[in-house]
Protein backbone atom coordinates (compact mmCIF):
# COMPACT_ATOMS: atom_id res chain seq x y z
CA UNK A 1 0.00 0.00 0.00
CA UNK A 2 3.41 2.63 -0.04
CA UNK A 3 5.72 3.65 1.78
CA UNK A 4 5.18 3.90 5.39
CA UNK A 5 4.41 5.34 8.74
CA UNK A 6 7.84 7.10 8.23
CA UNK A 7 9.04 7.85 4.51
CA UNK A 8 11.04 4.44 4.45
CA UNK A 9 8.43 2.02 5.35
CA UNK A 10 7.10 -0.26 2.60
CA UNK A 11 4.00 0.68 1.32
CA UNK A 12 2.02 0.21 -1.93
CA UNK A 13 2.02 3.62 -3.74
CA UNK A 14 0.31 4.81 -6.53
CA UNK A 15 3.42 5.61 -8.86
CA UNK A 16 3.83 1.72 -8.52
CA UNK A 17 0.18 1.02 -9.32
CA UNK A 18 0.41 2.77 -11.97
CA UNK A 19 4.13 1.37 -13.76
CA UNK A 20 2.52 -1.85 -13.17
CA UNK A 21 -0.05 -1.68 -15.25
CA UNK A 22 2.31 -1.81 -18.07
CA UNK A 23 0.91 0.61 -20.37
CA UNK A 24 2.09 3.39 -19.04
CA UNK A 25 -3.48 17.68 17.60
CA UNK A 26 -2.01 16.18 19.91
CA UNK A 27 -5.11 15.68 21.76
CA UNK A 28 -6.96 14.58 19.23
CA UNK A 29 -9.73 11.99 19.68
CA UNK A 30 -10.68 8.83 17.02
CA UNK A 31 -13.02 11.21 14.71
CA UNK A 32 -10.83 9.95 11.76
CA UNK A 33 -12.29 6.42 12.15
CA UNK A 34 -15.51 7.12 13.83
CA UNK A 35 -18.36 5.30 12.10
CA UNK A 36 -21.41 7.64 11.73
CA UNK A 37 -25.04 6.96 11.37
CA UNK A 38 -25.95 7.09 7.37
CA UNK A 39 -28.55 9.58 8.49
CA UNK A 40 -26.31 12.06 9.72
CA UNK A 41 -25.49 12.91 6.33
CA UNK A 42 -28.70 15.31 4.92
CA UNK A 43 -27.91 16.15 2.00
CA UNK A 44 -26.39 14.91 -1.81
CA UNK A 45 -24.25 17.91 -2.83
CA UNK A 46 -24.09 19.13 -6.41
CA UNK A 47 -21.43 19.00 -8.86
CA UNK A 48 -20.05 21.69 -10.85
CA UNK A 49 -18.13 19.79 -13.82
CA UNK A 50 -15.74 22.33 -15.96
CA UNK A 51 -12.79 21.84 -18.34
CA UNK A 52 -9.24 20.98 -16.02
CA UNK A 53 -7.05 23.55 -15.81
CA UNK A 54 -5.02 22.85 -19.03
CA UNK A 55 -1.95 20.90 -19.12
CA UNK A 56 -0.28 18.74 -21.44
CA UNK A 57 -2.38 15.48 -20.02
CA UNK A 58 -5.55 17.15 -19.32
CA UNK A 59 -7.51 17.51 -22.49
CA UNK A 60 -10.73 15.92 -22.19
CA UNK A 61 -10.67 16.04 -18.48
CA UNK A 62 -13.22 17.86 -16.58
CA UNK A 63 -12.81 18.51 -13.18
CA UNK A 64 -14.92 19.61 -9.70
CA UNK A 65 -15.16 19.81 -6.21
CA UNK A 66 -17.13 17.73 -3.53
CA UNK A 67 -17.98 19.70 -0.29
CA UNK A 68 -17.98 17.04 2.58
CA UNK A 69 -18.52 17.19 6.28
CA UNK A 70 -14.50 17.56 8.03
CA UNK A 71 -15.96 15.86 10.49
CA UNK A 72 -19.05 13.37 9.93
CA UNK A 73 -20.47 13.71 13.68
CA UNK A 74 -21.00 17.69 12.71
CA UNK A 75 -22.54 17.39 9.06
CA UNK A 76 -23.45 20.85 9.39
CA UNK A 77 -19.81 21.89 10.50
CA UNK A 78 -17.09 22.88 8.51
CA UNK A 79 -16.83 21.47 5.14
CA UNK A 80 -13.64 20.79 3.04
CA UNK A 81 -13.64 20.29 -0.87
CA UNK A 82 -12.64 16.91 -2.37
CA UNK A 83 -10.97 17.25 -5.91
CA UNK A 84 -12.62 15.30 -8.57
CA UNK A 85 -11.90 14.23 -12.19
CA UNK A 86 -13.69 12.54 -14.96
CA UNK A 87 -13.34 11.44 -18.35
CA UNK A 88 -16.38 10.46 -20.12
CA UNK A 89 -17.37 7.78 -21.68
CA UNK A 90 -16.58 7.43 -25.29
CA UNK A 91 -19.57 5.46 -26.02
CA UNK A 92 -22.55 7.44 -24.39
CA UNK A 93 -25.35 5.60 -26.47
CA UNK A 94 -24.33 2.53 -24.52
CA UNK A 95 -22.83 4.24 -21.42
CA UNK A 96 -23.26 1.92 -17.67
CA UNK A 97 -22.26 4.92 -15.29
CA UNK A 98 -19.51 6.10 -13.59
CA UNK A 99 -16.38 4.09 -12.36
CA UNK A 100 -14.63 5.14 -9.68
CA UNK A 101 -10.92 4.65 -9.24
CA UNK A 102 -8.85 5.03 -6.14
CA UNK A 103 -5.28 3.99 -7.42
CA UNK A 104 -3.48 3.58 -3.56
CA UNK A 105 -1.56 4.89 -1.20
CA UNK A 106 -2.66 6.00 0.84
CA UNK A 107 -2.00 9.38 -0.01
CA UNK A 108 -1.86 8.83 -3.86
CA UNK A 109 -3.49 11.74 -6.19
CA UNK A 110 -6.28 9.77 -8.11
CA UNK A 111 -6.66 12.96 -10.12
CA UNK A 112 -2.83 13.30 -11.48
CA UNK A 113 -3.04 9.16 -11.97
CA UNK A 114 -6.17 8.95 -13.77
CA UNK A 115 -5.00 12.47 -16.45
CA UNK A 116 -1.36 10.10 -16.86
CA UNK A 117 -2.79 7.02 -16.74
CA UNK A 118 -6.70 6.67 -18.50
CA UNK A 119 -5.21 4.83 -21.39
CA UNK A 120 -4.88 2.11 -19.93
CA UNK A 121 -8.44 2.16 -18.97
CA UNK A 122 -9.62 2.87 -22.77
CA UNK A 123 -11.67 -0.13 -22.59
CA UNK A 124 -13.23 0.72 -19.65
CA UNK A 125 -13.70 4.00 -20.85
CA UNK A 126 -16.20 3.06 -24.18
CA UNK A 127 -18.92 2.34 -21.27
CA UNK A 128 -17.85 4.34 -18.17
CA UNK A 129 -17.19 7.47 -17.06
CA UNK A 130 -13.91 7.55 -15.65
CA UNK A 131 -13.66 9.14 -12.12
CA UNK A 132 -10.86 9.53 -9.72
CA UNK A 133 -10.42 11.74 -6.66
CA UNK A 134 -7.92 12.77 -4.78
CA UNK A 135 -8.55 11.58 -1.18
CA UNK A 136 -9.60 14.20 1.92
CA UNK A 137 -5.57 15.32 3.50
CA UNK A 138 -4.13 14.79 -0.32
CA UNK A 139 -2.76 17.08 -2.92
CA UNK A 140 -5.53 18.99 -3.96
CA UNK A 141 -7.82 17.95 -1.28
CA UNK A 142 -6.46 19.86 1.75
CA UNK A 143 -3.46 18.30 1.19
CA UNK A 144 -1.04 17.29 4.72
CA UNK A 145 2.29 18.90 4.26
CA UNK A 146 4.64 18.54 7.40
CA UNK A 147 8.41 19.26 6.32
CA UNK A 148 9.66 21.42 3.74
CA UNK A 149 11.64 20.17 0.98
CA UNK A 150 15.18 20.63 1.93
CA UNK A 151 13.92 19.21 5.76
CA UNK A 152 12.55 15.89 3.34
CA UNK A 153 15.78 15.96 1.01
CA UNK A 154 17.86 15.23 5.12
CA UNK A 155 14.80 13.37 6.28
CA UNK A 156 15.21 10.96 3.22
CA UNK A 157 19.00 10.57 4.18
CA UNK A 158 18.84 9.55 7.15
CA UNK A 159 15.77 7.51 8.02
CA UNK A 160 15.78 4.50 8.93
CA UNK A 161 18.03 4.61 11.75
CA UNK A 162 19.32 1.20 13.21
CA UNK A 163 19.95 3.41 16.44
CA UNK A 164 16.43 3.59 18.61
CA UNK A 165 17.11 6.83 19.98
CA UNK A 166 17.83 8.42 16.84
CA UNK A 167 15.25 7.04 15.26
CA UNK A 168 12.74 8.03 17.83
CA UNK A 169 14.27 11.72 17.57
CA UNK A 170 13.87 11.13 13.69
CA UNK A 171 10.20 9.82 13.67
CA UNK A 172 9.03 12.11 16.60
CA UNK A 173 10.30 15.55 14.84
CA UNK A 174 8.55 14.18 11.52
CA UNK A 175 5.46 13.64 13.36
CA UNK A 176 5.21 17.31 15.11
CA UNK A 177 5.52 18.65 12.00
CA UNK A 178 2.65 17.43 10.55
CA UNK A 179 0.79 18.34 14.31
CA UNK A 180 2.14 21.99 13.55
CA UNK A 181 1.44 22.03 9.78
CA UNK A 182 -1.86 20.17 9.23
CA UNK A 183 -2.95 19.24 12.98
CA UNK A 184 -6.68 20.79 12.36
CA UNK A 185 -7.34 18.05 9.93
CA UNK A 186 -5.31 15.08 11.39
CA UNK A 187 -8.02 13.08 13.11
CA UNK A 188 -10.43 13.33 10.70
CA UNK A 189 -7.99 11.94 7.43
CA UNK A 190 -8.72 7.87 8.08
CA UNK A 191 -10.48 5.47 5.57
CA UNK A 192 -14.05 5.46 6.95
CA UNK A 193 -14.47 8.70 7.04
CA UNK A 194 -13.16 8.09 2.89
CA UNK A 195 -15.68 5.88 2.54
CA UNK A 196 -18.15 8.07 3.41
CA UNK A 197 -17.21 10.66 0.89
CA UNK A 198 -17.20 7.72 -1.44
CA UNK A 199 -20.63 7.55 -0.66
CA UNK A 200 -21.52 11.15 -1.08
CA UNK A 201 -19.56 11.18 -4.52
CA UNK A 202 -21.41 8.39 -5.20
CA UNK A 203 -25.33 10.29 -4.66
CA UNK A 204 -23.32 13.87 -6.45
CA UNK A 205 -22.86 11.11 -9.24
CA UNK A 206 -26.67 10.34 -9.93
CA UNK A 207 -25.18 6.62 -9.62
CA UNK A 208 -27.54 4.30 -7.69
CA UNK A 209 -24.60 2.06 -7.04
CA UNK A 210 -21.37 2.27 -6.37
CA UNK A 211 -18.90 1.10 -9.06
CA UNK A 212 -15.46 0.76 -8.40
CA UNK A 213 -11.79 -0.09 -9.12
CA UNK A 214 -9.26 0.20 -6.43
CA UNK A 215 -5.77 -0.90 -6.38
CA UNK A 216 -3.68 -1.02 -3.25
CA UNK A 217 -4.64 0.52 -0.22
CA UNK A 218 -7.52 1.63 -2.30
CA UNK A 219 -8.63 -2.09 -1.90
CA UNK A 220 -8.89 -1.28 1.52
CA UNK A 221 -10.90 1.46 0.93
CA UNK A 222 -13.01 -0.43 -1.59
CA UNK A 223 -13.29 -3.21 1.61
CA UNK A 224 -14.00 -0.64 4.26
CA UNK A 225 -17.13 1.38 1.83
CA UNK A 226 -18.53 -2.21 1.12
CA UNK A 227 -18.95 -3.13 4.74
CA UNK A 228 -20.61 0.73 5.70
CA UNK A 229 -22.24 0.24 2.21
CA UNK A 230 -23.26 -3.04 1.50
CA UNK A 231 -26.54 -2.33 -0.53
CA UNK A 232 -24.81 0.32 -2.42
CA UNK A 233 -21.80 -2.00 -3.88
CA UNK A 234 -22.04 -2.08 -7.81
CA UNK A 235 -19.36 -4.08 -9.53
CA UNK A 236 -16.05 -3.70 -7.35
CA UNK A 237 -13.00 -4.69 -7.89
CA UNK A 238 -10.22 -4.57 -5.72
CA UNK A 239 -6.40 -5.24 -7.44
CA UNK A 240 -3.82 -6.04 -5.29
CA UNK A 241 -5.73 -6.93 -1.99
CA UNK A 242 -4.04 -4.97 1.53
CA UNK A 243 -5.55 -7.44 4.43
CA UNK A 244 -6.48 -4.90 7.08
CA UNK A 245 -6.83 -7.38 10.08
CA UNK A 246 -3.49 -7.57 10.44
CA UNK A 247 -0.84 -5.66 12.84
CA UNK A 248 1.98 -3.20 11.98
CA UNK A 249 4.99 -5.19 12.87
CA UNK A 250 3.38 -8.54 11.52
CA UNK A 251 2.70 -6.16 8.37
CA UNK A 252 6.31 -4.65 8.24
CA UNK A 253 7.90 -8.37 8.02
CA UNK A 254 5.20 -9.74 5.27
CA UNK A 255 6.30 -6.45 3.15
CA UNK A 256 9.93 -7.16 3.89
CA UNK A 257 10.25 -10.72 2.91
CA UNK A 258 7.76 -9.70 -0.17
CA UNK A 259 10.54 -7.14 -1.63
CA UNK A 260 13.06 -9.52 -0.88
CA UNK A 261 11.36 -12.34 -3.19
CA UNK A 262 11.00 -9.81 -5.64
CA UNK A 263 14.28 -8.96 -5.61
CA UNK A 264 15.66 -12.64 -5.60
CA UNK A 265 14.07 -12.94 -8.56
CA UNK A 266 14.95 -9.49 -10.42
CA UNK A 267 18.52 -11.22 -10.01
CA UNK A 268 17.66 -14.56 -11.30
CA UNK A 269 15.73 -13.00 -14.39
CA UNK A 270 19.08 -10.14 -14.54
CA UNK A 271 21.34 -13.52 -14.75
CA UNK A 272 19.24 -15.38 -16.74
CA UNK A 273 22.07 -15.88 -19.15
CA UNK A 274 26.11 -15.33 -18.54
CA UNK A 275 26.52 -12.65 -20.01
CA UNK A 276 23.53 -10.93 -19.68
CA UNK A 277 23.74 -8.96 -16.38
CA UNK A 278 26.42 -6.55 -15.83
CA UNK A 279 25.76 -7.33 -12.15
CA UNK A 280 27.51 -10.66 -12.08
CA UNK A 281 27.01 -13.93 -13.92
CA UNK A 282 24.64 -15.39 -11.43
CA UNK A 283 22.28 -14.35 -8.79
CA UNK A 284 25.00 -14.72 -5.82
CA UNK A 285 27.00 -12.73 -7.57
CA UNK A 286 25.10 -10.08 -8.71
CA UNK A 287 23.81 -9.99 -5.18
CA UNK A 288 27.32 -9.45 -3.69
CA UNK A 289 27.39 -6.29 -6.08
CA UNK A 290 24.34 -4.72 -4.68
CA UNK A 291 25.84 -5.07 -1.08
CA UNK A 292 28.78 -3.94 -1.97
CA UNK A 293 27.89 -0.96 -3.42
CA UNK A 294 25.20 -0.41 -0.23
CA UNK A 295 28.12 -1.07 2.14
CA UNK A 296 30.21 1.66 0.63
CA UNK A 297 27.22 4.47 0.54
CA UNK A 298 26.90 3.42 4.07
CA UNK A 299 30.43 4.17 4.93
CA UNK A 300 31.32 7.27 2.45
CA UNK A 301 27.58 8.39 0.73
CA UNK A 302 28.07 9.30 -2.81
CA UNK A 303 26.53 12.85 -4.31
CA UNK A 304 24.95 13.96 -7.57
CA UNK A 305 25.40 17.66 -7.54
CA UNK A 306 24.73 18.79 -4.51
CA UNK A 307 22.43 15.81 -3.10
CA UNK A 308 23.66 13.09 -0.97
CA UNK A 309 23.01 9.75 -2.12
CA UNK A 310 23.09 7.64 1.31
CA UNK A 311 22.67 3.30 1.69
CA UNK A 312 18.66 4.67 2.79
CA UNK A 313 18.48 7.10 -0.35
CA UNK A 314 19.66 3.61 -2.53
CA UNK A 315 17.31 0.90 -0.97
CA UNK A 316 14.38 3.57 -1.64
CA UNK A 317 15.49 3.63 -5.17
CA UNK A 318 16.16 -0.11 -5.33
CA UNK A 319 12.35 -0.53 -3.47
CA UNK A 320 10.80 1.38 -6.23
CA UNK A 321 12.12 -0.31 -8.93
CA UNK A 322 10.87 -3.43 -7.47
CA UNK A 323 7.09 -2.88 -7.70
CA UNK A 324 7.21 -3.76 -11.49
CA UNK A 325 9.12 -5.83 -13.88
CA UNK A 326 8.67 -3.25 -16.53
CA UNK A 327 11.34 -1.43 -14.24
CA UNK A 328 13.87 -4.24 -13.85
CA UNK A 329 16.13 -3.15 -16.61
CA UNK A 330 16.13 0.66 -14.98
CA UNK A 331 17.29 -0.74 -12.02
CA UNK A 332 20.29 -2.61 -13.40
CA UNK A 333 21.04 0.13 -15.56
CA UNK A 334 21.37 1.93 -12.17
CA UNK A 335 22.96 -0.32 -10.29
CA UNK A 336 25.56 -1.08 -12.50
CA UNK A 337 26.05 2.63 -13.23
CA UNK A 338 26.46 3.17 -9.08
CA UNK A 339 28.98 1.18 -8.20
CA UNK A 340 30.84 2.93 -10.92
CA UNK A 341 30.33 6.30 -8.80
CA UNK A 342 27.60 7.65 -11.67
CA UNK A 343 24.19 7.43 -8.86
CA UNK A 344 22.11 9.47 -10.79
CA UNK A 345 19.81 6.53 -11.72
CA UNK A 346 19.37 5.54 -8.19
CA UNK A 347 18.37 8.65 -7.23
CA UNK A 348 16.00 9.33 -9.49
CA UNK A 349 14.30 5.71 -8.61
CA UNK A 350 14.54 6.94 -4.99
CA UNK A 351 13.15 10.60 -6.42
CA UNK A 352 10.02 8.50 -7.45
CA UNK A 353 9.63 6.60 -4.68
CA UNK A 354 9.21 9.18 -2.30
CA UNK A 355 7.00 11.79 -4.34
CA UNK A 356 10.10 14.44 -5.39
CA UNK A 357 9.45 16.67 -7.85
CA UNK A 358 11.68 18.28 -9.90
CA UNK A 359 12.15 21.98 -8.43
CA UNK A 360 12.69 20.21 -4.99
CA UNK A 361 9.16 20.09 -3.66
CA UNK A 362 7.09 16.78 -2.93
CA UNK A 363 3.96 15.76 -3.31
CA UNK A 364 1.54 14.51 -0.22
CA UNK A 365 2.19 11.30 -0.43
CA UNK A 366 4.78 10.75 2.40
CA UNK A 367 2.92 13.00 4.53
CA UNK A 368 -0.72 11.87 3.75
CA UNK A 369 0.20 8.34 4.26
CA UNK A 370 1.59 8.06 7.57
CA UNK A 371 -1.46 10.49 9.08
CA UNK A 372 -4.05 7.48 7.14
CA UNK A 373 -1.87 4.49 8.69
CA UNK A 374 -1.90 5.92 12.07
CA UNK A 375 -5.41 6.59 12.68
CA UNK A 376 -6.93 3.77 10.90
CA UNK A 377 -5.27 1.21 13.67
CA UNK A 378 -5.04 1.48 17.76
CA UNK A 379 -1.91 -0.72 17.10
CA UNK A 380 1.28 1.22 18.56
CA UNK A 381 4.27 -0.65 18.45
CA UNK A 382 7.31 0.97 20.16
CA UNK A 383 10.70 1.98 17.91
CA UNK A 384 12.32 -0.36 19.66
CA UNK A 385 10.11 -3.10 18.95
CA UNK A 386 10.96 -2.18 14.91
CA UNK A 387 14.34 -2.28 15.95
CA UNK A 388 14.10 -5.44 17.52
CA UNK A 389 11.99 -6.81 14.21
CA UNK A 390 14.81 -5.28 11.83
CA UNK A 391 17.70 -7.72 13.57
CA UNK A 392 15.64 -10.65 13.01
CA UNK A 393 14.47 -10.09 9.72
CA UNK A 394 18.98 -8.85 8.66
CA UNK A 395 19.77 -12.65 7.93
CA UNK A 396 16.81 -13.23 5.37
CA UNK A 397 16.90 -9.85 3.64
CA UNK A 398 20.02 -7.71 4.79
CA UNK A 399 18.48 -4.78 2.18
CA UNK A 400 15.04 -4.77 3.27
CA UNK A 401 15.00 -5.72 6.33
CA UNK A 402 15.87 -2.39 8.05
CA UNK A 403 12.90 -0.57 6.76
CA UNK A 404 11.12 -2.54 9.38
CA UNK A 405 11.87 -0.20 11.98
CA UNK A 406 9.49 2.22 11.16
CA UNK A 407 6.99 0.16 12.23
CA UNK A 408 7.07 2.21 15.30
CA UNK A 409 6.43 5.07 13.67
CA UNK A 410 2.94 5.52 15.02
CA UNK A 411 4.14 5.22 19.09
CA UNK A 412 4.66 8.52 18.16
CA UNK A 413 2.20 10.28 16.24
CA UNK A 414 -0.35 13.03 17.43
CA UNK A 415 -3.89 11.34 17.18
CA UNK A 416 -5.21 8.56 18.38
CA UNK A 417 -6.13 5.59 16.19
CA UNK A 418 -9.17 3.18 15.96
CA UNK A 419 -9.95 0.31 14.61
CA UNK A 420 -12.98 0.48 12.67
CA UNK A 421 -11.11 0.56 9.14
CA UNK A 422 -9.58 -2.88 10.36
CA UNK A 423 -13.37 -4.96 10.81
CA UNK A 424 -14.38 -5.62 7.06
CA UNK A 425 -18.01 -7.65 6.58
CA UNK A 426 -19.33 -6.92 3.19
CA UNK A 427 -22.51 -9.43 3.62
CA UNK A 428 -25.25 -8.44 1.86
CA UNK A 429 -23.01 -6.79 -1.12
CA UNK A 430 -23.14 -7.85 -5.21
CA UNK A 431 -19.68 -10.21 -5.66
CA UNK A 432 -16.53 -8.28 -4.79
CA UNK A 433 -13.86 -9.35 -7.16
CA UNK A 434 -10.14 -9.91 -5.38
CA UNK A 435 -7.01 -9.65 -7.56
CA UNK A 436 -3.79 -10.84 -6.13
CA UNK A 437 -0.55 -11.43 -7.87
CA UNK A 438 1.73 -14.61 -6.76
CA UNK A 439 4.45 -12.70 -6.68
CA UNK A 440 3.71 -8.87 -5.81
CA UNK A 441 6.36 -7.46 -3.28
CA UNK A 442 4.56 -4.65 -1.36
CA UNK A 443 0.76 -6.14 -0.91
CA UNK A 444 1.84 -10.23 -0.85
CA UNK A 445 -0.13 -12.71 -2.45
CA UNK A 446 -1.74 -13.91 0.96
CA UNK A 447 -3.27 -10.95 1.74
CA UNK A 448 -5.60 -11.22 -1.32
CA UNK A 449 -7.56 -14.76 -0.38
CA UNK A 450 -7.61 -13.21 3.38
CA UNK A 451 -9.42 -10.11 2.11
CA UNK A 452 -11.79 -12.35 0.05
CA UNK A 453 -12.25 -14.51 3.62
CA UNK A 454 -13.45 -11.11 5.45
CA UNK A 455 -15.82 -9.60 2.83
CA UNK A 456 -18.01 -12.70 2.55
CA UNK A 457 -19.10 -11.58 -0.58
CA UNK A 458 -15.58 -11.77 -2.54
CA UNK A 459 -14.37 -13.59 -5.22
CA UNK A 460 -10.69 -14.32 -5.75
CA UNK A 461 -8.83 -14.05 -9.53
CA UNK A 462 -5.31 -15.17 -9.04
CA UNK A 463 -2.43 -13.78 -11.53
CA UNK A 464 0.92 -16.14 -11.68
CA UNK A 465 3.59 -13.73 -12.02
CA UNK A 466 5.51 -10.68 -10.56
CA UNK A 467 4.62 -6.61 -9.35
CA UNK A 468 2.27 -4.87 -7.86
CA UNK A 469 -1.42 -4.55 -9.84
CA UNK A 470 -2.38 -7.59 -11.86
CA UNK A 471 -4.69 -5.34 -14.58
CA UNK A 472 -2.55 -4.22 -17.33
CA UNK A 473 0.29 -6.91 -16.65
CA UNK A 474 -2.11 -10.03 -18.43
CA UNK A 475 -4.91 -10.20 -21.25
CA UNK A 476 -6.25 -12.95 -19.02
CA UNK A 477 -7.20 -10.84 -16.27
CA UNK A 478 -7.94 -7.57 -18.14
CA UNK A 479 -10.61 -10.08 -19.81
CA UNK A 480 -12.18 -11.24 -16.91
CA UNK A 481 -11.94 -7.36 -14.77
CA UNK A 482 -12.83 -6.18 -17.89
CA UNK A 483 -16.22 -8.73 -18.15
CA UNK A 484 -16.92 -8.34 -14.93
CA UNK A 485 -17.42 -4.43 -15.50
CA UNK A 486 -18.52 -4.49 -18.48
CA UNK A 487 -21.21 -7.48 -18.38
CA UNK A 488 -21.06 -8.15 -14.69
CA UNK A 489 -19.89 -12.01 -15.35
CA UNK A 490 -18.05 -13.28 -12.12
CA UNK A 491 -15.28 -15.59 -12.89
CA UNK A 492 -15.13 -18.73 -11.45
CA UNK A 493 -13.80 -18.95 -7.99
CA UNK A 494 -10.40 -20.04 -7.74
CA UNK A 495 -9.76 -18.54 -11.48
CA UNK A 496 -5.96 -18.43 -12.04
CA UNK A 497 -4.44 -16.32 -15.09
CA UNK A 498 -0.62 -16.73 -16.17
Known amino acids: MSRGVSARRIWPVVAATVAGLGALAATAGCGGARVVPEEYVTATPSLQWKACEETASSSGFECATLQVPLDYAKPEGRQIGIALIRLRATDQSRRIGSLVFNFGGPGGSGVTTLMNAAHAFSTLNTRYDLVSFDPRGVERSSGIRCL ?49 DLELLRGALGEPNLNYLGFSYGTHLGAVYATQFPKKVGRMVLDSAVDP ?13 GFQKAYEDYLADCAKTPTSCPLGADPAAANATVLKLLDTLARTPGKVGSRPVTEDVARAGITQALYSKF ?53 RPSVAQGEELARRLEKQTPIFGPTAISAGSCSVWPVRGDDAAR ?52 KCINDKVDAYLLEGTVPAKGTRCD
Not at 190 to 196: E, I, K, L, Q, Y
Not at 245 to 257: F, N, P, R, V, Y
Not at 444 to 452: K, S
Request: proline share 6%.
Open 148 to 196: SGPQMDQYMTREPSENTATETKLVTEFARGCERNAGWILPYVGTVNVAR
Open 245 to 257: SIDMLEMAKTQAL
Open 327 to 379: TWPLLTEALDEGRKGKLDGLLALADQYAGRQPDGTYSTLQFSLPSVLCVDSTD
Open 423 to 474: HIDATGSNPILVVGVTNDPATPYQWAPRLTEQLRTGVLLTLNGEGHGAYGQS
